[in-house]
Each structure stands twice: as C-alpha cells, then as structure tokens.
C-alpha cells in the first residue's frame, strides 16, 4: 500500500499536469505555487537560465509588476544548484531549497520552494516536483514569448532569432555519452550552428560555420541545418548529408560557403566516423592531454562550391576508449584576440576544457567556463562567432 506522502504526491502532481494542459505559460507560477502548498511548501518560485547562462532569472507572475531580482550562477546557492544540478539548503529562521530543474540532462533553471522546516526526508517529493515543473517549462516555451523572454536580457538580432530557432538542446546524451554544446556571441551569431541527435545507441553531431556575419549567413546554416536533419532521418551516411548540404547551399544560396564537420559515434563501441570539409580539424582528449594529430586527416573542400555531389567525400574512422573526449570548434574560438593581438590559441582552448573536467565537472559545465573565459579573452566583443562541442564516451555508465 502506498504511504500517505505517496499519496499526496500523485494527487498534487495529478493535479499540476491536468491544470497545466489548460492553462497558458503566463499561468504556470500559479500552477506551481499551488503544487508546492498542496506538499506542505509556503511559497516557490520558477528560475531560467539565461541564454549565456550568468544569470537566473524569474519566470514573471501573472499578477504584480515586480520581475523579480536576477540571480548569479557563479556566485549563489542557486547558481550552484544550476551549476552541480544538485539541491541546496539555505538554513535558517525561513528555510529555502532551491531545486535544479533539468531536461533529460539539459539544465535549464531551478526552483525555489520556502519551507516551513527543514525536511530532508521529503527530498523525492520535492525533486518529483522539479522534474515536472522542467518538463512544464519546457513544453510551455516551445509557443511562449514568455518563457523565451525571460531568458533574455535584450533583444536578438534577426540572424541570431533564425538560427536559435533551429538549434537543438544544448546537452544531450544517455548513460554512455553526452554531447554539450556552447555558442557566442548569442545575440548576434550569425553563421554558426551546431546539431546532435541520439537514436539506435548513435549519438550525432554537427558543427557548421558559414561564411559571413549577416542574415544570408544565418540562413546558410539554417539550411544547412535541415539539409543534415532531413537526410539523416531519411536514412543518409555522413557522405550524403555533406552532399546534400553542398547541394543545398548551391542551388538556394549559391554564394556562400560553410565548413563542416558532421560525426557519428557508436556508444557502444566508440567507433566514430567523420568527415570534415575545410572545418578545424577536431580534437581528442585522452585523460588531461590532447592526443596529437588523432583525427587530423585530409580535409574536403567547403561545401557550397559544388565538388561534393561529383566526388563522395572521404568518411574517416577512429576507436575511441572510454572517457575519451571530442572537441569540435569554429575558427572564431582559437582565432579571437585579445586587446593586445594575443589569440585564444588552441592550447588555451584545450586546457581550460581538461582543467575543469579534471575538477570533477561535468562537460556542460566545463564548456560553460570555457566561453565566459574566451569572451572575457576578447572584452566580450567577439568579432566572429565562435561555437564549441563536446562530446564524452563513459560506456561504464558515468554519464549526465
């Protein structure tokens, strides 16, 4: 028989889900906050993170003026919560929690519930309820300007607002990879993109630059984008989706170009195929050290130019071991300067991603420190976008 709690708990969560299929995003805080009562809570509160990830900020309630104060990730209980996807206490007369709200393994905020008391044997209840708050959050923003606009600080450029609308999650993966992904400058990007899919234990990914900083750019790697996805899904190789790409770009918007590199990882062998056309070659991280020239091979021409679809492009293949990380950037990374012309370099770029692994972080958490460190390289006026992957197979299970 179930406990009382048990009980309880799949009344109020019954009750959050069936009132959330009728209700609009605007109506969500109160969904919570009643959801939160219904457990014994005397308060809550929706955090998001922002599009750059430095900031919580609260999901507006329907009724009052007041936004509510922004929270720093780096520097808060809650940042921290976000940050190690771990529940903080905050002791005293006013007990809080603040609870990670997370997709699968994306993080996208936290929430803030008041206690009356401490209770740390109701812990499963509480993170019950984060988990359906994120999944609410997370269906609400897909047609919500609210939610959307609460992860911004100012407005996007046109570029930008394309290309964030065809980019998947930023974290993905299962208990054998994960794949993360950062891009800046999120407000004005223009050619840069970036893709992965997990499906039949294969995780994908994809990393597009286009030539360019303009709406034609982020047009470019839109494109290139559904070209990939539509291929894929249709039961495309790595050649093909180059070729479909270079096809693509040629007859819709024939002037201009984009480096790609498009892989494949088997997780449950860590057999990877790829193939790079004119894009940075891809690093391999084995342990603390960057192994030499792993996955340097020939480089294909750009696709846009035409020579795909008269010459297959040539798919590469590497076993990787397990804890072996995957590194694929743009050139707007190891190439951004500093005040006095000195570069990010790909030295920079490799040891702050192992030095914040080896700490114990999680790769999006890595990644994470890794574009704030190269935006602050650059007094945050990144002058191409820049666009970092990374990819871990823990094929014993230490995943996300």
């Known amino acids: 028989m179930p406990t009382c709690d048990e009980e309880t708990l799949g009344r109020v969560l019954a009750r959050a889900l069936a009132r959330s299929r009728a209700s609009g995003p605007g109506e969500l805080p109160g969904v919570v906050e009643e959801a939160v009562r219904g457990l014994g809570g005397t308060g809550a509160r929706v955090f998001l993170a922002d599009v750059q990830q430095r900031q919580l900020a609260p999901l507006p309630e329907p009724s009052g003026p007041d936004p509510g104060e922004r929270l720093d990730i780096e520097s808060t209980l809650a940042g921290r919560a976000y940050r190690l996807r771990c529940t903080q206490f905050s002791a005293g007369p006013s007990p809080v929690a603040w609870f ?86 999120a407000y004005e990007v223009g050619g840069d993109a970036f893709d992965h899919s997990v499906a039949a234990g294969r995780l994908h990914l994809s990393v597009f630059d286009a030539m360019g900083h303009d709406l034609a750019s982020g047009g470019a790697s839109s494109v290139a ?15 093909e989706i180059a070729q479909a790409i270079d096809r693509t770009l040629c007859r819709w918007i024939p002037d201009r170009l984009l480096t790609a590199v498009v892989a494949d990882l088997d997780a449950a062998t860590g057999e990877l195929t790829w193939v790079n056309c004119g894009h940075p070659t891809p690093l391999l991280i084995r342990g603390r050290h960057v192994v ?75 990644l994470r420190h890794l574009i704030h460190a190269l935006l602050a390289h650059q007094d945050h006026r990144l002058r191409d976008d820049a666009t970092i992957a990374l990819v871990e197979w823990h094929p014993d299970g230490r995943g996300e």
Request: aromatic letters at 4%; glycine letters at 8%.
């Open 100 to 185: 990670p709200l997370v997709d699968g393994i994306e993080r996208i905020g936290v929430l803030r519930v008041a206690l009356p008391q401490p209770e740390p044997d109701a812990l499963v209840r509480w993170e019950s309820l984060a988990a359906l708050v994120a999944l609410l959050v997370v269906s609400k923003g897909a047609f919500s300007d609210v939610i959307v606009r609460t992860t911004r600080d100012r407005p996007m450029s046109l570029q930008a607002e394309l290309l964030w609308a065809f980019l998947p999650p930023r974290t993905i993966g299962t208990r054998d990879v994960t794949s993360s992904a950062v891009l800046e400058p």
């Open 225 to 239: 984008l559904a070209a990939c996805r539509s291929t894929r899904r249709a039961g495309g190789g790595l050649a």
């Open 292 to 366: 030499a020239d792993a996955l340097r091979r020939r480089a294909e021409l750009p696709l846009g130019l035409g020579f795909q679809e008269r010459e297959q492009p040539a798919v590469h293949h590497l076993r990787l071991q397990p804890g072996d990380r995957l590194l694929v950037h743009t050139d707007g990374v190891t190439d951004a300067r500093s005040a006095s012309g000195e570069t990010f370099g790909e030295e920079r770029l490799t040891d702050t991603v192992v030095r914040h692994m080896a700490s114990g972080e999680p790769a999006p958490e890595a």
